[in-house]
């Protein structure tokens, strides 16, 4: 992964602990990881209600030429013809 500023965030300059000649940047990467965690959800959430929203009109055969459709489309015939 390709390096990625900080947001703002200030980047401190630190030694390891185990090997001192390796130097890292203390950084909250969680901060990070649950942001982008929760993007993802929200959006395969929102992408999941629209397939469910979808498929349930499918089912119930709410789209044009379905079975639902043709009986609401008998309704209004029948409704609007002058008697």
Same mark, same amino acid.
């Given at each position: 992964?390709?390096?990625? #500023?900080? %947001?703002?965030?200030?980047?401190?300059?630190? +030694?390891?602990? =185990? %090997?001192?000649?390796?130097?890292? =940047?203390? *950084?909250?990467?969680? %901060?990070?990881?649950?942001?982008?965690? &929760?993007?993802?959800? #929200?959006?395969?959430?929102?992408? $999941?209600?629209?397939?469910?929203?979808?498929? #349930?009109?499918? +089912?119930? #055969? +709410? *789209?044009? %030429?379905?079975?639902? *459709?043709?009986?609401? +489309?008998?309704?209004?015939? &029948?409704?609007? $013809?002058?008697?």
């Amino acid at each position: 992964m390709f390096f990625q #500023g900080g %947001d703002g965030a200030a980047m401190i300059p630190v +030694r390891s602990n =185990i %090997d001192a000649s390796a130097v890292g =940047i203390e *950084y909250a990467v969680s %901060d990070v990881l649950l942001n982008r965690t &929760l993007s993802l959800l #929200g959006v395969v959430l929102f992408f $999941s209600w629209i397939a469910w929203v979808l498929l #349930g009109h499918v +089912r119930k #055969g +709410r *789209y044009k %030429d379905g079975a639902a *459709y043709e009986a609401v +489309r008998q309704y209004v015939a &029948l409704r609007s $013809s002058p008697e």
